[in-house]
């Protein structure tokens, strides 16, 4: 499933329960709040990078402001349908930086999170 496509249908069920990993909770424990990964969030928007092509959730804690986290920082309830969706998008992110570089293929300082997901 492309970046865009998840997008498209991720938007069609805002807004919707997610939970934050390390980075997320990290950042809204500098927010002062007193998070964990059980601390439940709500995603009131979703948008492309400009700059990585990743897809970036506008995100809302009980008691705080609204921040931006990236999706593959997120995680939905189990319950969700497009739980698994969500979770094929993350794997494929990770996996994807994970691939040691090829200087043959990937030139390293023009490589943007785009280039997986076709945007140009």
Not at 53 to 77: M, P, R
Request: aromatic share 6%.
């Amino acid at each position: 499933m492309s970046a865009q496509s998840l997008l498209v249908e991720i938007k069609q069920h805002i807004p919707l329960r997610a939970y934050g990993n390390g980075p997320v909770v990290e950042m809204m424990r500098e927010l002062g709040l007193h998070a964990n990964k059980k601390t439940q969030l709500t995603v009131t928007d979703v948008f492309r990078d400009s700059e990585s092509g990743e897809l970036v959730c506008q995100v809302k804690a009980e008691g705080a402001d609204s921040f931006s986290a990236a999706l593959t920082n997120l995680k939905l309830d189990i319950t969700h349908p497009l739980y698994r969706k969500v979770k094929n998008y993350r794997d494929e992110v990770a996996n994807a930086l994970a691939q040691p570089e090829d200087a043959s293929n990937v030139n390293s300082s023009t490589f943007r999170m785009g280039s997986l997901y076709g945007k140009k």
